[in-house]
């Protein structure tokens, strides 16, 4: 928000940017209800930090801290627990619908009746599952290779019990509840009784799974022998998570997801590259789509680690009010320049972008001070809602921390995470000067002025509280000094609760856990998201559709290398419309990046390819979530916002096809050849940028100067000597044209600037 102060040093300053915003389906407990759910999801955001540590110190070191316990955890169960945990804790706090303005003034009603019977099944299968880890752990029966066997086939005892005790009752619970969860009504600071039920379901999946895939069973997932309650337990925790998402991402990704989960079942019928060879299985793809090949696969290994630890990171620093520093320093050192406000949007939307891991959460936290403000100075309001929303978007490819798809690019490539972004530093670069001279220009053209000196925060008084960018200091110390990025994580977080103590805001124990609290919280859309992607990607990989891919990308490339590029740009940016960053990047990475690979691209470059356009999917029309969340603010038509951010953002749509011609885009090669790339790449940004907004040299420019900047843009951009070289022939030229001719400008058959 925007606060007038009495106080002549910070008449203008950023207020509650740090504040979490409370989505119109959150519920919002009080008295003994909210401390039940604060202390829950405080518990379960404490238990990922000492797990993590816990077992990262003791492997590294040998030694054992009292002060933390031990999780040895196996891995499998470890990602169980983690959605399990989320799902809990997700539906109590989540409904199921939007809350209206006038309050529900009934309680549980016929359907909360219902949720009270299905209770029994829920129950029965919670005990059945119990029960079953307990006859595993007894010792009673047989081992082969060293694991216990689960002799569940079919006909045997606990085949039937399985089905019929654990099985039927489970999915009876799951269904019931997410039907009633539709239709239950309750107020808004109350818990439904369906949601709860929906919990215990959770635990159920939860606690079978964990027995389960502790015995010889384990093998025999994704095949045709897979144990039956596994495939009861994961369609039961397959539907919870779709629903889940649906309640705090939206029906984007679930009916992405919803597509992709009905061509498992309906791909032998279908012709092409599509088609497989027979069909598969209720039993077979559920026991397949709960396993490291999906839900439990990459996407979950990340949200359960680097994630939730930076979730958590970015929670310490939002109790000791970083945010509200990070955009007030942004205001006293960019404010002044015209059109002032917009290049504070750019400014603080890129340090946002270091504490928050979505583009839509980035324009909310820093576009409901800056929108209102560039509409102020002179901003159209599509304009100002289309600058918040590229300056928001770039924020997921701002080192270090680029948002969550940076985690999972390091879990699937193996690469490690320093390289990951050393490698995003060029590139980020290059999005945020784009961005930013395409707001000065447009402010250029229409004559604006900057903020004046009495509108600001005191630039000196910023500087004085400089420490509060330490822990992101020793963050990226960390990290180069060759610290996990565990352990780099854990260090900042700590350095965030001591840095506290030297703001208004110090950080006690009950700030601590406040702090731990809105981790928790603030984790279940990412993990909800994460593995619902894990469906996604347990179809890709059951069905070989990605491969088949592959060879279209490489049929394409026996015609040309960039007709197959463009495709895989179009089908990145398709599958990320409408997704959060980490979904959309974890899908286009199965499906995309190994065509790419097999085309001779290095691994790095086809995965940072899909990544940049995972990203720019977020201000890509006609579905833009952040372009949308900025009109949602602005006032403006979301089309028109989306179509503006679009052209705002022009420069990022090219320049990951020079990763492909100039590696050393990526800081792959000399420091002379990364130096050269990157001066003459930001040159081409400010070329193209003078061209869409026609204004070169302090003036309007003709079509055919706005031509040939474009085409010096191009070929500084592509990065080889020859080409640097005609682009500076080319931009001199077009210089002397436009400073001795003086071309009409009017005389133009040129594009529109954003507006």
């Excluded at 008295?31 to 955001?45: D, E, K, L, N, T």
């Excluded at 090949?293 to 979730?311: D, H, Q």
């Excluded at 250029?444 to 500087?463: S, T």
Aim: charged share 10%; proline share 5%.
């Amino acid at each position: 928000m925007v606060q007038e102060s009495t106080q002549a040093d910070a008449p203008v300053i950023a207020e509650g940017v740090d504040e979490e915003p409370v989505e119109a389906n959150r519920r919002l407990f009080t008295g003994w209800r909210m401390q039940i759910v604060a202390a829950v999801a405080a518990v379960y955001a404490l238990f990922h930090m000492a797990a993590l540590n816990g077992v990262s110190i003791s492997a590294y070191t040998g030694i054992t801290v009292p002060l933390l316990p031990q999780f040895p955890m196996e891995t499998w169960n470890f990602r169980i627990v983690h959605i399990a945990g989320a799902l809990a804790l997700g539906f109590v706090v989540y409904n199921a619908m939007l809350f209206s303005d006038k309050d529900e003034n009934t309680q549980g009603g016929i359907w909360g009746k219902l949720a009270y019977i299905l209770f029994i099944p829920a129950l029965f299968a919670l005990g059945t599952s119990l029960w079953f880890a307990q006859t595993i752990a007894s010792g009673t029966l047989p081992e082969m290779g060293g694991l216990t066997t689960w002799p569940a086939f079919a006909g045997t005892p606990i085949y039937n019990q399985e089905v019929w005790y654990f099985g039927f009752p489970l999915l009876i619970a799951t269904g019931g509840g997410i039907v009633l969860g539709w239709l239950e009504t309750a107020p808004r600071d109350r818990f439904r009784v369906s949601d709860i039920l929906l919990g215990v379901c959770g635990i159920a999946v939860a606690a079978y799974l964990v027995a389960i895939y502790g015995t010889a069973a384990r093998n025999a997932v994704g095949t045709p022998f897979v144990p039956i309650g596994v495939a009861f337990a994961a369609t039961a925790g397959s539907a919870m998570i779709l629903e889940l998402t649906r309640r705090v991402a939206g029906l984007a990704l679930v009916i992405i997801t919803g597509v992709f989960l009905l061509y498992t079942f309906v791909a032998h019928l279908l012709p092409g590259i599509l088609a497989v060879q027979s069909a598969y299985s209720w039993q077979r793809f559920f026991g397949h789509v709960y396993s490291d090949a999906g839900i439990l696969g990459p996407t979950t290994a990340v949200s359960s680690t680097y994630i939730i630890l930076f979730i958590i990171f970015a929670a310490f620093l939002q109790a000791s009010k970083v945010g509200d520093y990070f955009v007030n320093f942004a205001f006293a050192a960019a404010g002044r320049a015209r059109g002032g406000p917009a290049k504070v949007a750019i400014f603080a939307s890129g340090l946002m972008g270091m504490i928050n891991g979505t583009s839509a959460g980035n324009v909310v936290a820093t576009g409901s001070l800056t929108i209102p403000l560039m509409k102020k100075v002179g901003y159209r309001p599509t304009t100002a809602g289309a600058v918040e929303a590229a300056a928001s978007t770039g924020g997921q490819i701002m080192p270090p921390i680029m948002g969550a798809g940076a985690f999972i690019m390091a879990e699937i490539t193996g690469i490690p995470y320093q390289e990951i972004a050393i490698a995003a530093i060029i590139p980020a670069i290059l999005y945020f000067v784009s961005v930013y001279f395409m707001v000065d220009f447009e402010a250029a053209k229409l004559g604006m002025r900057g903020m004046r000196e009495d509108e600001l925060p005191k630039l000196a008084k910023m500087v004085r509280q400089v420490y509060l960018f330490i822990p992101i200091i020793i963050l990226i110390a960390a990290l180069f000094m060759g610290y996990s990025v565990i352990r780099a994580g854990t260090l900042a977080t700590m350095a965030a609760a001591v840095v506290s103590w030297l703001t208004p805001f110090p950080m006690t124990l009950r700030g601590i856990a406040k702090a731990f609290e809105l981790a928790g919280i603030m984790s279940i859309q990412i993990i909800a998201v994460c593995a619902c992607a894990g469906i996604i990607v347990g179809v890709i990989s059951l069905t070989g559709v990605g491969a088949r891919f592959s060879a279209v990308l490489l049929d394409l490339a026996g015609v040309s290398q960039l007709l197959a590029l463009f495709f895989a740009m179009c089908i990145a940016i398709l599958l990320g419309m409408g997704m959060p960053t980490t979904a959309a990047y974890a899908v286009a990475a199965s499906v995309v990046a190994p065509g790419l690979v097999q085309l001779g691209i290095p691994q790095l470059t086809a995965h940072f390819f899909v990544f940049y356009f995972a990203v720019l999917s977020a201000i890509t029309p006609p579905v833009a979530l952040a372009s949308y969340a900025a009109a949602g603010i602005s006032g403006a038509n979301p089309m028109q916002t989306s179509v503006a951010s679009f052209k705002i953002g022009i420069a990022a749509f090219i320049v990951p096809f020079m990763f492909f011609y100039n590696s050393a885009l990526l800081m792959d090669g000399t420091w002379f050849e990364v130096i050269r790339a990157g001066i003459t790449a930001t040159f081409g940004v400010f070329l193209l940028s003078g061209s869409v907004q026609g204004w070169f040299m302090g003036q309007r420019s003709a079509w055919f100067i706005r031509v040939g900047l474009l085409a010096a843009a191009l070929l500084m951009i592509e990065g080889g000597l020859v080409t640097d070289l005609i682009g500076i022939a080319v931009t001199a030229g077009a210089w002397l044209i436009q400073r001795f001719l003086h071309p009409d400008p009017n005389a133009t058959i040129a594009v529109r600037g954003a507006d």
